[in-house]
Nanobody
């Protein structure tokens, strides 16, 4: 059974930190590049960071130096360490991986996401 379970979101003040986790089951998570996306209110879902199966990491410019993506393949877990958070980081955060990719460039399944709110 395919599952993506995100957790770790919450309310944090600007400059604070959060650590998001995603546990993936089914579809061979360990073999694929994994991703964190986010969707702010009224906006489309956008890529934030990606990590290859061997650990090579990539980030969008706005989070470079503040966010760190990592993975624990033994436990099929994806992590996003978020530091120096800004109000514009407020969004629902989702994980996914290449084993769930569809032919049109999207994904066939999404988890419920975890809400991150950065506000004073």
């Amino acid at each position: 059974q395919v599952q993506l379970v995100e957790s770790g979101g919450g309310l944090v003040q600007p400059g604070g930190s959060l650590r998001l986790s995603c546990v993936a089951s089914g579809n061979g998570f360990n073999r694929y590049t994994a991703y964190w996306y986010r969707q702010a209110p009224g906006m489309k879902r956008d890529l934030v960071a990606a990590i290859t199966s061997s650990g090579g990491a990539h980030y969008i410019d706005s989070v470079k130096g503040r966010f760190t993506i990592s993975r624990d393949n033994a436990n099929s877990t994806l992590i996003l360490q978020m530091n120096s958070l800004k109000p514009e980081d407020t969004a629902v955060y989702y994980c996914n991986h290449g084993g769930l990719a569809d032919p049109l460039g999207g994904f066939v399944f999404w988890g419920q996401g975890t809400q991150v709110t950065v506000s004073s």
